[in-house]
């Protein structure tokens, strides 16, 4: 993302979060809704995409021509942040579209915040993710970036309808268009980190391979908190493969402490003599 993406990104930012304190959850839920809806519709009109990310145009142009598509379609809170992406200043059409689908995941996080879901919505789309990976049929067409998006998110929104928050059912959807370009799998860690950083929390990915104790959880994120400054979400998978110990990663950072990896580590420097 270019300097003037990002500028251009927290221009819409503030003026939907300027917006977000006079809205229900309902209303933001919409906004978010819409502005995905504005998403796909970009990424379906490279020519209109192309136009409005044109620096060569004049920004009240560029503005008058997306109002003018969408002024009777959204709300007029969806058509205040799009015009005012579209007065932004951008490296290239892809640019513009991120920023869209940005802009719709944080109404969503802030409709669920509003509505007190938030934690639910970020324990919800990380157990979703670990039930897609547990099941190789499901993950593979959930995974399989060559069909048809729309089809995979209608078959999401089956499975989670009545199962979890409106916001969760929403967004794991959106992961089956691929949230700026990641495969469905990337997504939903994105949209959980996402989530998590809404909240002001770091995500602590933890493997272990038997179930940690609340007593052992709470000390695990509270020696995490200090080591990042921030509090830290514990998202645990028990994983009998490691055979014992402990598996941590936050961001980019791993702390392989696990049995497995020492037993791997032993067979190479026995198969190296």
């Not at 006079?22 to 990424?43: H, I, K, M, P």
């Not at 089956?158 to 959807?173: F, W």
């Not at 514990?234 to 990663?249: C, F, N, Y």
Request: hydrophobic content about 45%; aromatic content about 4%.
């Amino acid at each position: 993302m270019s300097t003037t993406g990002r500028e251009s990104i927290e221009a819409g930012r503030e003026v939907l979060e300027a917006a977000a304190s006079s809205l229900s959850a309902e209303q933001l839920t919409e906004c978010g809704d819409q502005l995905l809806g504005v998403t796909r519709f970009l990424v379906d009109q490279p020519r209109l995409r192309r136009a409005l990310s044109d620096p060569a145009r004049k920004a009240d142009d560029r503005e008058g021509l997306v109002r003018g598509l969408i002024a009777d379609q959204v709300g007029a809170t969806t058509a205040d942040v799009v015009a005012v992406l579209a007065r932004g200043r951008w490296s290239g059409p892809a640019e513009l579209v991120d920023g869209t689908e940005q802009l719709a995941v944080k109404a969503l996080l802030l409709a669920a915040e509003k509505d007190g879901s938030l934690a639910n919505v970020e324990d919800e789309l990380f157990r979703f993710g670990r039930l897609v990976d547990g099941d190789p049929g499901l993950s593979s067409v959930l995974g399989a970036s060559g069909s048809d998006p729309k089809g995979r998110a209608v078959l999401v929104e089956r499975l989670l309808d009545g199962k979890a928050e409106p916001v969760s059912v929403q967004l794991a959807a959106a992961a089956c268009y691929g949230i700026g370009g990641r495969s469905f799998h990337a997504s939903l860690a994105h949209l959980v980190e996402s989530a998590a950083a809404a909240r002001d929390e770091a995500v602590a990915y933890v493997t272990v391979a038997a179930p940690l104790d609340e007593s052992g959880e709470r000390q695990l994120a509270a020696k995490l908190t200090l080591v990042y400054g921030r509090p830290v979400a514990l998202k645990v998978t028990v994983d009998p493969a490691i055979v014992g110990g402990i598996r941590v990663q936050v961001g980019s950072e791993l702390w392989d402490g696990s049995v497995s990896r020492r037993l791997d580590e032993a067979r190479q420097a026995l198969a190296g003599r």
